[in-house]
């Protein structure tokens, strides 16, 4: 909402794109967006009224447009005062393309247009007016979000927690429990809701295998060119690529005899889709990271933790009791990853070799921060210990349960502040 706020009053402020997954509150938040922030938001929907499609394939001309759109809603769409708001805009790419003409003809007018599967859209060649929009991804609820949602007076204290603070066993106690909440419940709107009103994990089990329905339904829908059984395979093989040892990519393991010439088309549209994250492996740990990227060894990760743990199986007493499960750190890795994303510029990147591996390497201006995962107190990884003897990082993180305080080389910082991680450094 702050960044939505900042848009309207920008001077240069161009046709806004929101795009995100399925279910992550877009069409609830630009709603909400105009009903506080404008005298009226005029609000289209593509799937809904189909015979919108036809004005924006017809004609260019923005007042062209928005006279039909006015006499459709019954209400004159003014510049400055009416939000003017197109949902599951990827139904229609030739409204993405007269963007273009709102920015150079009619840009007093508010226009923002949403969808899911955006960055597959995005993505294709003159799908859009490169330079003439501005973008926002909107992701499910981070844990400080979620946190706010279900429990404001913990919120306050964790909002408050800065760099070298000691946390009290209280509170310590009370963020753990609240994370594992998360782990169970997702980030996604509806389930946070369900949650907050019923406290019914039943409903929330419900909600959540309801979106997965739905993405499996998106991926056979919007994959177009894409095969739709090679989406399929990869989508739902992530869970089983994430148990293996070293969790890497691998082909042969959708099918056998698969070569990634096959499926490279797949995975390129998951991550552009949004409901994929790839992790790219390095050959060197190096400045600038992307410059030692090996294009051919990377993870993928779910965007939001929740679907891992519902699509893994993976009961909430697992999570909830001291249990020895192997799949905790797939899922912990997943939650922290999911925390990370836009906290820094550069992507975070993983670095594996013979002698072991740095679970996520940060790039926060020319330092490269090395940072250790564990799902539980163990002790550090020899090959973190090593790379910290080594090369003698300025930062290295190691995230557990454990408390947040300075341990030598390294910093110890409970999972629960892993999307702190930028202003504690």
């Known amino acids: 909402?702050?960044?939505?706020?900042?848009?309207?009053?920008?001077?240069?402020?161009?046709?806004?794109?929101?795009?995100?997954?399925?279910?992550?509150?877009?069409?609830?938040?630009?709603?909400?967006?105009?009903?506080?922030?404008?005298?009226?938001?005029?609000?289209?929907?593509?799937?809904?009224?189909?015979?919108?499609?036809?004005?924006?394939?017809?004609?260019?001309?923005?007042?062209?447009?928005?006279?039909?759109?006015?006499?459709?809603?019954?209400?004159?769409?003014?510049?400055?005062?009416?939000?003017?708001?197109?949902?599951?805009?990827?139904?229609?790419?030739?409204?993405?393309?007269?963007?273009?003409?709102?920015?150079?003809?009619?840009?007093?007018?508010?226009?923002?247009?949403?969808?899911?599967?955006?960055?597959?859209?995005?993505?294709?060649?003159?799908?859009?007016?490169?330079?003439?929009?501005?973008?926002?991804?909107?992701?499910p609820l981070f844990f400080d979000e979620f946190l706010e949602a279900v429990d404001p007076k913990l919120f306050s204290y964790y909002e408050r927690i800065e760099k070298g603070q000691s946390i009290e066993d209280i509170f310590h106690h009370y963020l753990l429990e609240a994370y594992r909440y998360y782990l169970i419940i997702w980030g996604m709107p509806e389930a946070v809701a369900s949650w907050v009103k019923d406290k019914d994990p039943k409903k929330v089990e419900k909600i959540q295998k309801a979106l997965i329905e739905v993405y499996e339904n998106d991926l056979s829908k919007h994959g177009g060119k894409i095969n739709r059984g090679r989406l399929l395979l990869v989508f739902r093989s992530i869970v089983s690529q994430l148990s293996k040892p070293n969790e890497k990519f691998v082909y042969g393991a959708l099918k056998g005899g698969a070569r990634a010439r096959?499926?490279?088309?797949?995975?390129?549209?998951?991550?552009?889709?949004?409901?994929?994250?790839?992790?790219?492996?390095?050959?060197?740990?190096?400045?600038?990271?992307?410059?030692?990227?090996?294009?051919?060894?990377?993870?993928?990760?779910?965007?939001?933790?929740?679907?891992?743990?519902?699509?893994?199986?993976?009961?909430?007493?697992?999570?909830?009791?001291?249990?020895?499960?192997?799949?905790?750190?797939?899922?912990?890795?997943?939650?922290?990853?999911?925390?990370?994303?836009?906290?820094f510029e550069v992507e975070p990147r993983y670095y594996a070799d013979n002698n072991g591996e740095i679970d996520f390497l940060l790039q926060s201006g020319t330092e490269i921060i090395p940072l250790e995962v564990k799902g539980g107190e163990g002790k550090p990884a020899p090959s973190f210990k090593r790379y910290i003897t080594e090369h003698k990082p300025k930062h290295a993180l190691r995230l557990s349960l454990r408390g947040y305080r300075k341990d030598g080389d390294f910093t110890k910082i409970p999972l629960y502040l892993a999307g702190k991680i930028r202003t504690l450094l």
């Open 1 to 139: 909402m702050k960044e939505l706020i900042e848009w309207k009053n920008g001077s240069d402020r161009k046709p806004l794109i929101v795009k995100g997954p399925h279910g992550v509150g877009k069409t609830w938040l630009l709603k909400e967006f105009g009903r506080n922030h404008y005298e009226d938001y005029a609000y289209f929907n593509f799937v809904e009224e189909e015979g919108l499609k036809s004005m924006f394939k017809i004609s260019k001309d923005p007042f062209r447009i928005l006279t039909t759109l006015s006499l459709v809603c019954g209400e004159k769409i003014n510049p400055g005062t009416t939000l003017l708001i197109f949902d599951e805009i990827q139904e229609c790419p030739e409204a993405l393309n007269v963007l273009k003409y709102f920015r150079e003809k009619a840009n007093e007018y508010h226009v923002i247009v949403a969808g899911s599967f955006l960055g597959t859209v995005l993505s294709e060649p003159k799908s859009y007016p490169v330079g003439m929009v501005d973008l926002l991804t909107i992701h």
């Open 262 to 343: 096959e499926f490279e088309e797949a995975i390129e549209w998951l991550v552009s889709s949004g409901l994929v994250v790839r992790v790219h492996n390095v050959s060197k740990i190096g400045y600038p990271l992307s410059a030692y990227d090996r294009l051919s060894q990377f993870k993928l990760y779910f965007f939001d933790t929740g679907l891992l743990k519902h699509m893994a199986g993976v009961a909430n007493d697992a999570i909830l009791l001291p249990m020895d499960d192997q799949f905790k750190g797939p899922l912990t890795e997943n939650f922290v990853l999911q925390q990370l994303l836009g906290q």
